[in-house]
C-alpha cells in the first residue's frame, strides 16, 4: 500500500502517517507479549502470518483516506525448500467518494515448482496528468492546445473507474532459479471524466489525454486492453519480502489484440533488475539495493491512460515523492538505489534507509527522446520489523522531488 501526500498537506499528513506507524508498531509489541506459555504452541508456525495494517492519510484530491492494507504471508511447502509467498490487500475509502480496492500476491507452490503471480484491482480513482515525457516544464505552449499557470504546468485531473485482472503462471526449470511462462492480462478504464477538457470555450481547452487520443484514433471515455504474455524470471533472493542478498531478473512481453476485446491492437515490453549488495558480514541488514526497470511500447497504439508510467509497476512501489503517474510516456525508465541499514547495535528490529531515484520518460509524437531529461527523487525513512522470522517490516518513508514536490509512503515489506 503506497499513500502519496503533495507538498499541499505536509505537516498534517505526516502527523497522520506518523501515528498510523506507531500505531502499527504497538500492535507488533502487544503480539509480542501475548506469545502463548506452552512452548510447543509457541514454536509451530502459524500457516498464514496477518499484518493488519491500519491505513490513515489525507491529501488535497482525496481528503480525508481511512480503510485498511493487511499483509499475508505463507509457505506451501517445507521452508527449506520452498519459497516464502506474500500477498498485500488494499480497502480504502475516502471523503471525496473514492473507492481503492487490490489484492496483489507473488505465490510459490511446493519446492518452488512454479511461481504465480496475480494483481486483482477495482478502483474509482483520480489523479493528475502532466503530458509525455521528462521535459515536462520546458514544453511549448499554444493557445487552446493545453494549458499552464504561474510559469508551472498546471495539473489535469482525470477522474476514472480502472478494473484490473492479472494473472502469470511460471514453471521452474529443473533446479535453477530459473521460471518461464504464460500470463494473461484484462485492464478496463470507463467512465473517464477529463475535468480540464473545455470543448465549449473559443478557442477549445484540450488537454493532454483528449489531444493524444484523438491524434491516436482512440476513444477518449472507455477502452480496454486483452492479451496474453511471455514471461520469464530469475529469482535468487533469500526473501522476498526483505531480501538481504540475491537478485531478481525479469522479464515479459505483452501482445494485446482486438481479438481478445482490446480498444487496439499493441505491445509493451517489461525488463526489470534487482540487485543487494551486502555492506556487512555481520550485519547482514546493512546493505544497498539497486532496482531498474525499463517499460516500452513495441508495437501499436496504447491509451494514454495505459502507457508506461511511473507509479504503475504491480506494486505501485516506484517514484516515491511523486504521484502516481507524474512521468508517462511510451518508454520509461526507471533506477533507485537505496541504503539499508539497521539502527540497534545488536537488534535487528528497528532501521532506516537513504534512497534517490531517478526517471526518464519519453513522448515520441514531441520528439522527446528517451534519456535527454532526468527528474530526480530522494528521501529517508524508517522501518520496524514486525514479524523477525520472516523479516517483515513496516515501513514509513518521506520523499523530496524537483519543484517542491514530496511524499508520504506508508507500507508493508520492503520497497523492492
Same mark, same amino acid.
Request: glycine share 8%.
Given at each position: 500500500m503506497k499513500s502519496k501526500i503533495s507538498r499541499i498537506f505536509p505537516k498534517k499528513t505526516v502527523l497522520i502517517s506518523l501515528l498510523t506507524f506507531l500505531l502499527n508498531f504497538y500492535w507488533a509489541i502487544a503480539q509480542d507479549h501475548e506469545k502463548p506459555a506452552?512452548?510447543?504452541?509457541? *514454536?509451530?508456525?502459524? *500457516?498464514? @502470518?496477518i499484518i493488519p495494517l491500519p491505513a490513515i492519510a489525507g491529501d488535497p484530491t482525496s481528503g480525508l483516506?481511512?480503510?485498511?492494507?493487511?499483509? !499475508? @504471508?505463507?509457505?506451501?511447502?517445507?521452508?527449506?525448500?520452498?519459497?516464502?509467498?506474500?500477498?498485500?490487500g488494499l480497502g480504502l475509502v475516502t471523503t471525496?467518494?473514492?473507492l481503492y480496492t487490490s489484492l496483489r500476491s507473488n505465490a510459490f507452490l511446493k519446492d518452488d515448482s512454479y511461481t504465480i503471480l496475480t494483481d486483482f484491482r477495482f478502483n474509482i480513482n483520480n489523479q493528475p496528468t502532466y503530458?509525455?515525457?521528462?521535459?515536462?516544464?520546458?514544453?511549448?505552449?499554444?493557445?487552446?492546445?493545453v494549458s499552464r499557470e504561474s510559469g508551472d504546468l498546471k495539473k489535469e485531473m482525470i477522474f476514472f473507474r480502472h478494473l484490473r485482472l492479472y494473472g502469470i503462471a511460471m514453471k521452474r526449470l529443473q533446479n535453477s532459479r530459473f521460471f518461464y511462462g504464460l500470463g494473461y492480462h484484462y485492464d478496463q478504464m470507463f467512465k473517464i471524466d477529463d475535468k480540464?477538457?473545455?470543448?465549449?470555450?473559443?478557442?477549445?481547452?484540450?488537454?493532454?489525454?483528449?489531444?493524444?487520443?484523438?491524434?491516436?484514433?482512440?476513444?477518449?471515455?472507455r477502452?480496454?486492453?486483452?492479451? =496474453? @504474455?511471455?514471461?520469464?524470471?530469475?529469482?535468487?533472493?533469500?526473501? =522476498?519480502?526483505?531480501?538481504?542478498?540475491?537478485?531478481?531478473?525479469?522479464?515479459?512481453?505483452?501482445? !494485446?489484440?482486438?481479438?481478445?476485446?482490446?480498444?487496439?491492437?499493441?505491445?509493451?515490453?517489461?525488463?526489470?533488475?534487482?540487485d543487494y549488495f551486502r555492506l556487512s558480514k555481520e550485519r547482514p541488514r546493512n546493505l544497498?539495493?539497486?532496482?531498474?526497470?525499463?517499460?516500452?511500447?513495441?508495437?501499436?497504439?496504447v491509451p494514454y491512460m495505459f502507457l508506461p508510467a511511473v507509479g504503475w509497476d504491480m506494486f505501485a512501489r516506484s517514484g516515491r515523492a511523486y504521484t502516481q503517474g507524474r512521468f508517462r510516456g511510451e518508454d520509461v525508465v526507471y533506477t533507485e538505489l537505496e541504503w539499508r541499514f539497521p539502527l540497534q547495535k545488536n537488534k535487528e528490529r528497528f532501521g532506516g534507509v537513504i534512497f534517490a531515484n531517478s526517471s526518464t520518460a519519453s513522448s515520441r509524437t514531441e520528439d522527446i527522446n528517451l534519456f535527454s531529461h532526468f527528474q530526480l527523487g530522494y528521501g529517508l525513512g524508517l522501518r520496524y520489523m514486525v514479524l523477525p522470522k520472516k523479516r517483515i517490516n513496516i515501513a514509513l518513508d518521506y520523499g523530496f522531488g524537483v519543484r517542491g514536490a514530496s511524499g508520504i509512503f506508508l507500507n508493508v515489506n520492503e520497497m523492492f
Open positions: 506452552d512452548t510447543s504452541i509457541s *514454536k509451530r508456525e502459524r *500457516k498464514v @502470518s483516506i481511512i480503510g485498511v492494507a493487511p499483509a !499475508f @504471508s505463507w509457505t506451501m511447502g517445507n521452508p527449506e525448500t520452498t519459497s516464502m509467498s506474500t500477498a498485500l471525496k467518494r473514492q503530458g509525455l515525457g521528462t521535459k515536462i516544464w520546458e514544453r511549448p505552449w499554444e493557445s487552446g492546445s480540464s477538457l473545455n470543448l465549449e470555450a473559443s478557442p477549445q481547452e484540450l488537454t493532454f489525454h483528449e489531444v493524444f487520443q484523438r491524434e491516436k484514433g482512440l476513444p477518449t471515455k477502452y480496454k486492453q486483452s492479451g =496474453v @504474455s511471455l514471461n520469464a524470471v530469475y529469482d535468487s533472493r533469500d526473501n =522476498v519480502a526483505n531480501p538481504y542478498k540475491g537478485q531478481y531478473l525479469f522479464a515479459s512481453w505483452r501482445g !494485446f489484440s482486438e481479438i481478445l476485446g482490446s480498444t487496439s491492437n499493441s505491445g509493451t515490453l517489461w525488463l526489470e533488475y534487482r544497498l539495493a539497486l532496482w531498474t526497470y525499463a517499460w516500452s511500447v513495441t508495437n501499436g497504439e
